[in-house]
């Protein structure tokens, strides 16, 4: 293993390595995850770390800023050795991480989140004007309008994903580690968040950066590791080496085509229809048709109410008038279960919250959803463990056992994991609310082909994502939402960028007055 | 014109003779309410010593009694509330338990703990000749089963009865049950059980009747329960007498401050009630099937 | 989703420890021994069959009512009012009955008819409780701790304050249920370990109990699993309701009688048994076996400190809370740990 | 999705109505007044000012525990020995005073010594609960069913079965503390207030109560955050033994004396109040004013069923079941969104 210290050189040469781990193990029981990693990062440069589903990316900057302790290796903090008992004692050195699964308190408002084990005083007392005007400029310089009294559990998860970017600015890193921020936040967001992290490289910061994102390591990053199966693989400018090279590199092997070849039949019947939906306070007379064999994308800015709408149809949300025909018959769906039976499932965008049980294993996770299918009326620990191997064959989930914690999984293998749960159900209607969250690059192409080889098996996608490639390489037709409208469907050559932006803004609306223009 | 107001201040029903008292309270109030209509009897329970003080303020200040009956639930934290009661002028009627201060009730019905824990003694030293050996389950630890224990202990002291072991029952079924089978599996060898109420005397009799050890011992209760006294009357072996603590006292004392305002006689002074010994002779005298005590 | 490489990679699931033992589950039978040592050391007489029999038929009560409050506490509820309920229950089983020796004599009929009317009066106390608490949105321990009021002014009522008694005759023929035995071991025994079997076999190999583990660790999730949350949380209160007329039906026949002391206290016991048992307060997580040994665990806590009098009966409180928290501590296995 | 023009559309988060009317704050509030209401209709008397008097003073005992338990429960903890302990408190108190009157005579130092050892007691009785659920990682639920035995115990055991009382020279001086007014508020009101006051500031305006919400919120956050999880849930676990001493403290002069019997089921009357007054059983949310208000209603309650005799004896705890459950269900709202 070459010493990060001595090897690069380039970009790096007038700047200061701050911190660095050398030939950094980490076990967890019997399943070692980190073999002999090493990695610096210096002051005033932003080092990305990339690697597959885990890789071990987490698990390094964890053991980086001290939440988790290596089996054997060093840290290297400016030139001493040192080591962090736990994630305060990182926080004092200066490291501050950003975890990959939100740490927030639900309970607690956006002002609290921030200050939690930090709060401002005077005297004795909690000195809350001066942490909400902080909070405030906090959220300020992120463009983030949300109010500082809201709860956590009242947030979108992008905001909350803002929430803690807020908080470890607060915290004035020297040495700033984020672990997959993106992977929930919007375009806009991610912008604003770029911005940030130029203004605090100019300052000195040292930045450890993790992204499934190759455009985005290419954006922001000067040099890039490249992890796989827990071993360093590479360590570049990422100004040498191009995006196919970083994901040969992560992959082992070339990634093939991104997305499926795939001619969706326009004539063909009608699987679902929705009319004039609404969800009181969240959407407005929602009407669309999905078609057998067909990718709907649901295109729109946060907020818009896709989710909203989804929920609606699925019976988790009161639906308040309108109607959905399955097959060109009405049902009536008031609960997840009738959704079930009509042949619909739902994948949650919010997996840790909504999706995954993350103190239990993965056998009961994966069947949860489709219990019925595994014996009544008692359960088939066979059937269950049986559907679990070729689950974790199909949707390739790398654990290091079976009995892990679905909470201690990496995240991409959590996505992996609930998507799997959710396919168990065997539906013919599958609606995907941002399917490949924190997915690797790999993995990402093997779902694009999954949904591909859905609609060719006659299953119908609706697919709800911020990833505007993702949208317009896999979506036959797109509908557009705006604050609770569907503003346009679009179809053939109008499915482009900027007219979905026209109508996710509303300056373009085909159901009526654009609800922005004076009437 | 207004009824005279008369509180009864009592324990709740969460035992047996707790309960019979409550059902003699009741039927009193009905009674005298029916012979004296410009009386009105209202009865307040409370399941602990707080909660009595809290019912002794209410009945003072919300029913504006013009008499108080009250059977403390243990003598020392209720002195202080009595005599509160006393100061604001109302006439006090003190039953069972007398409080720590003299002087401030007007009629004290008093029952007599000790008698009841000397008069089981005396039987039992009678009838094993002044040996043998014994179990005691005793009730919950205040100062009622105190007493009740230390005449009882008093009484045999002059004799060769063991005492094997004394646990306490609580003053229920449940536990005398389970209390008796322990000691029946620890002592291969009773000759006679007091326990220290008849809730417990009645798990005591399942417990030696599961055991097949009927024909070895006996059992002495205490209270004066309609199912004891049956037994007593129906010459059962296992329980030849019952030691009388008869929750009708209340019935009583409310009687007597019944007459206090009806008749301004002077009915102050101390009512003491004995404990009587129930046998099959005189049983028939103290059973009432319709009680729920 | 096919990956024609994912052979190569290390076997990573399945992979089991051989010999592995697993303290969690076995820390309530160790803890279980411990007493029985204990209780030998001190009395001879703990080991002899009549007094394991008691321990055994003792914990039946508490025992099957606690395999009912796993479920609850599984998926995150709580029921203060079983013991009560008991009591309720008990107390309408006698009054019933009481009433058809007059018609239809003290013969097995009328027990039958007794023990429906318990059953369905359990579960219709459960449903309520279940119901009151999802439909109304109220929690748990405050719907609960009302009805426990409830039924514990209930019984007192129908008791007039006092006890109610079952008919001589009636005893007579239920009696058996308490007090007899097949091949030797208590009927009570019997029932309870019926009832653990079936509760095991309900919480961990069925879709209900996977569903009860699934709302008490995280109720979005269960939502989003399709699991309808409130049937399922008010099917828990059922079965604790259940458990508890199966209880009361082994009780009545015992001392055939009820009244307001009967239960009290019970609904500690029994969640004391399941939270020894290793079941998690908070939801989530429950072993219907650790309940057993829990409830094995209070009775024989009970019984040992009546062999003895070497400990003064003031302080029996004491030493059987000191009790609890040791064995609680050994076999959770924490100070284990302290020495890897 | 990239969007300069983002601020022309209408905020979707944050945004705020206003006067919006925070029902769930409010909701206890309501439903005291609803019960005020109730009571007057009931018997006039029930507004006169000695009663309101006696209703506050008598909350004054357990609300002062209570607020002690919000502080436990918001961190996600439970106390069941608060009962028992106090009745231990009370009784080491009378000891101590009662000896000292020999030397030092019933004047107020005696008092004061007393008052001292009872708040050393609490603080480390308090101390004992924290350290050893957290250090002995033993749920907290076993740990005080643990030590609500053993002060049961130790005060019987002091009491020597019976009672300990008060020698009558210091209860003469000792008498104020609790009979005692200022400005016609009664001393025990004023102690309340203080502690209510006091527990707010310390709940909502430091950083410990952050800290408690937090930790009670959820556990992994607050560790990440650099919080002392263990010493903060100790400190709440302190925090309810210096409630508990303070409480015992304004109980002695107005009884005099301890015996086992002093504050059975206070445990669950304070847990009661807590969960009335809207904190969450499950931690992570605590309000110390619903606190107060849930004691006072859970007082008025008993006040008013001693305001008539309409209601049989037997079935108070029926009617107090049922008071509860409707008050909890009218003041958390729930029905009000079926209009919407
Ligand atoms: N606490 C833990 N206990 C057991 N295994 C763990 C634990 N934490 C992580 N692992 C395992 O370590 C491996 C690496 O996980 P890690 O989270 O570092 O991956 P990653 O590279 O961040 O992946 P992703 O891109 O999906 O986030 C995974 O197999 C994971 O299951
Ligand atoms: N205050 C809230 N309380 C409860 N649930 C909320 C709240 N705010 C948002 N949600 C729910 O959280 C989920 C995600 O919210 P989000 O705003 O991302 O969805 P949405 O409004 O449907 O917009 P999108 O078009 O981005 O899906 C949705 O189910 C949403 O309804
Ligand atoms: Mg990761
Ligand atoms: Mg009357």
Redesign the pocket.
């Known amino acids: 293993m070459t010493d990060p210290a001595v090897s690069l050189t380039g970009v790096g040469q007038t700047r200061k390595l701050r911190l660095s781990g050398q030939d950094i193990c980490k076990s967890?029981?019997p399943?070692q995850?980190l073999h002999d990693v090493s990695i610096g990062l210096y002051s005033g440069e932003v080092h990305a770390l990339l690697?597959?589903?885990?890789?071990?990316?987490?698990?390094?900057v964890?053991i980086l800023s001290g939440y988790?302790q290596p089996t054997s290796g060093q840290l290297v903090l400016d030139g001493h050795k040192t080591g962090f008992a736990n994630s305060d004692a990182g926080e004092k050195a200066g490291v501050i991480l950003i975890h990959?699964e939100l740490n927030l308190a639900e309970q607690l408002t956006v002002e609290e989140n921030i200050f939690l084990g930090r709060e401002m005083t005077r005297g004795w007392f909690l000195d809350k004007v001066a942490m909400r005007s902080q909070a405030r400029s906090l959220l300020d310089r992120l463009q983030c309008d949300i109010s500082p009294e809201t709860r956590i559990r009242d947030l979108s998860v992008s905001d909350r994903q803002m929430v803690e970017i807020a908080k470890a600015l607060s915290k004035n890193a020297d040495i700033l580690i984020l672990?997959?921020p993106t992977a929930v936040l919007t375009g806009r967001e991610v912008d604003i968040l770029f911005g940030l992290i130029r203004r605090l490289r100019a300052q000195g910061v040292a930045i450890l950066y993790?992204s499934?994102k190759l455009d985005e390591i290419k954006a922001i990053a000067d040099m890039v590791t490249v992890?796989r199966d827990?071993r360093h693989v590479a360590t570049h400018a990422v100004a040498d080496i191009s995006k196919d090279d970083m994901a040969r590199l992560m992959v082992g092997r070339d990634i093939a085509q991104m997305f499926p070849d795939r001619v969706a039949d326009e004539q063909a019947p009608v699987v679902l229809s929705v009319r004039n939906l609404s969800v009181p306070g969240m959407v407005h007379d929602a009407s669309f048709d999905l078609r057998k064999g067909e990718v709907l994308g649901f295109a729109g800015i946060v907020g818009a109410g896709r989710t909203a709408l989804m929920e609606a149809i699925i019976g988790l949300r009161p639906q308040s008038g309108g109607t959905i025909a399955r097959n060109g018959s009405d049902v009536a769906i008031a609960s997840l279960s009738d959704a079930k039976k009509y042949g619909i499932a739902y994948l949650t965008k919010d997996r840790k919250g909504r999706g995954l049980l993350l103190n239990m294993d993965m056998r009961p996770n994966l069947t949860l959803l489709a219990l019925e299918k595994f014996g009544s009326p008692l359960i088939s620990r066979k059937a269950e463990e049986d559907a679990l191997e070729k689950a974790i064959a199909a949707f390739d989930i790398?654990?290091?056992d079976s009995k892990?914690?679905v909470g201690?999984?990496?995240?991409?293998?959590?996505?992996k994991l609930l998507l799997a749960k959710v396919m168990e159900t065997d539906p013919d209607i599958v609606i995907i609310d941002e399917p490949t969250r924190?997915?690797?690059i790999g993995t990402k192409s093997q779902i694009y082909h999954f949904i591909g080889d859905l609609t060719a098996q006659g299953k119908s996608v609706i697919l709800l994502s911020s990833e505007m490639p993702e949208m317009l390489g896999l979506s036959d037709r797109i509908a557009v939402m705006a604050a609770g409208r569907i503003t346009g469907i679009l179809s053939g050559d109008d499915r482009n960028e900027h007219e979905i932006m026209r109508y996710a803004t509303g300056i373009s609306d085909k159901n009526g007055a654009s609800p922005y223009e004076p009437s | 014109a207004d009824k005279i107001k008369i509180g009864v201040s009592i324990p709740a029903a969460t035992h047996g003779w707790a309960g019979g008292l409550n059902w003699h309270a009741q039927e009193a109030e009905k009674d005298l309410e029916k012979a004296y209509p410009n009386l009105d009897f209202i009865i307040a329970t409370a399941k602990n010593p707080t909660e009595q003080a809290n019912d002794l303020e209410d009945l003072v200040s919300v029913q504006n009694i013009d008499g108080l009956v009250i059977l403390p639930f243990e003598s020392d934290p209720l002195t202080i509330p009595v005599q509160q009661v006393k100061e604001a002028g109302k006439f006090i009627t003190v039953v069972d338990r007398g409080l720590s201060q003299p002087g401030i009730e007007d009629i004290y019905v008093a029952g007599n703990n000790s008698a009841l824990g000397e008069q089981a003694g005396e039987y039992l030293k009678k009838r094993l000749d002044g040996k043998g050996k014994i179990v005691v389950l005793r009730g919950l630890p205040t100062t009622v089963d105190d007493e009740r224990v230390e005449a009882f202990n008093a009484s045999i002291k002059d004799s060769d009865i063991e005492v094997l072991d004394m646990k306490y029952a609580n003053w229920n079924r449940d536990d005398g049950y389970e209390v008796m089978q322990d000691f029946l599996s620890r002592f291969p060898e009773i000759d006679a059980v007091w326990a220290q109420d008849d809730d417990i005397a009645l798990g005591v009799i399942e417990a030696i009747k599961q055991a097949d050890r009927t024909d070895e011992m006996f059992v002495v209760g205490g209270g004066g329960m309609k199912d004891i006294i049956k037994r007593v009357k129906d010459g059962d072996k296992l329980t030849p007498i019952d030691v009388l603590y008869p929750p009708a006292m209340i019935a009583t004392a409310m009687g007597l401050t019944a007459l206090k305002f009806e008749t301004k006689a002077a009915v102050e002074g101390r009512y003491i009630l004995g404990a009587t010994t129930v046998t099959p002779e005189n049983a028939d005298k103290f059973y009432f099937p319709d009680s729920p005590y | 989703m096919s990956r024609p490489d994912n052979k190569a990679l290390p076997a990573?699931t399945g992979s089991r420890v051989p010999f592995h033992i697993d303290f969690k589950a076995i820390g309530p039978f160790v803890a279980l021994i411990v007493l029985f040592v204990l209780g030998t050391a001190i009395n001879e007489a703990f080991l002899s069959s009549g007094n394991l029999s008691n321990i055994f038929t003792r914990s039946s009560f508490i025992g099957i009512i606690a395999v009912g409050a796993t479920f609850v506490i599984t998926a995150g509820g709580i029921d203060l009012s079983v013991g009560s309920m008991a009591a309720f229950i008990a107390g309408a089983m006698i009054m019933v009955m009481n009433g058809l020796v007059q018609s239809i004599g003290p013969g097995v009929e009328t027990v039958l008819i007794g023990i429906g009317v318990s059953i369905v009066l359990g579960i219709g106390a459960g449903a309520i409780n279940g119901l009151v608490s999802t439909r109304g949105k109220i929690e748990a321990f405050i719907v609960t701790l009302g009805t426990m009021g409830l039924y514990r002014s209930l019984v007192t009522y129908m008791a007039d304050g006092g006890t109610l008694s079952l008919d001589f005759g009636v005893r007579g023929t239920y009696r058996p249920v308490y007090y007899g035995d097949v091949l030797g071991i208590p009927m009570p025994v019997l029932v309870f370990l019926g009832v653990a079997i079936i509760g095991y076999v309900l919480l961990n190999m069925t879709p209900f109990g996977r569903k009860c583990f699934a709302i008490g660790s995280n109720e979005q999730v269960a939502l989003y699993s399709a699991i309808n949350v409130d049937r399922v949380k008010t099917l828990t209160y059922i079965i604790q309701g259940l458990c508890v007329s199966i209880a009361t039906i082994i009780y009545v026949p015992r001392l055939g009688s009820a009244s307001s002391s009967t239960g009290v206290l019970w609904e500690l016991e029994a969640i004391a048994a399941v939270i020894i048992g290793g079941t998690m307060l908070k939801g989530g997580y429950g072993r219907i076996w650790g309940t057993v040994v829990g409830a094995l665990m209070l009775t024989t806590i009970g019984n040992i400190l009546n062999l003895t009098d070497a400990i003064s009966n003031y302080l029996n409180g004491a030493v059987q809370g000191l009790i609890i928290i040791v064995a609680v501590f050994l076999q959770r296995g924490d100070w284990r740990r302290k020495k890897n």
Do not use: P, W
């Open positions: 967890f029981g399943a995850v690697g597959e589903n885990g890789a071990g990316k987490s698990t390094l964890k988790h990959q672990d997959e993790i499934h992890l827990g790398r654990a290091a892990t914690r201690d999984f990496s995240g991409g293998n959590q996505q924190g997915i690797d | 990573t």
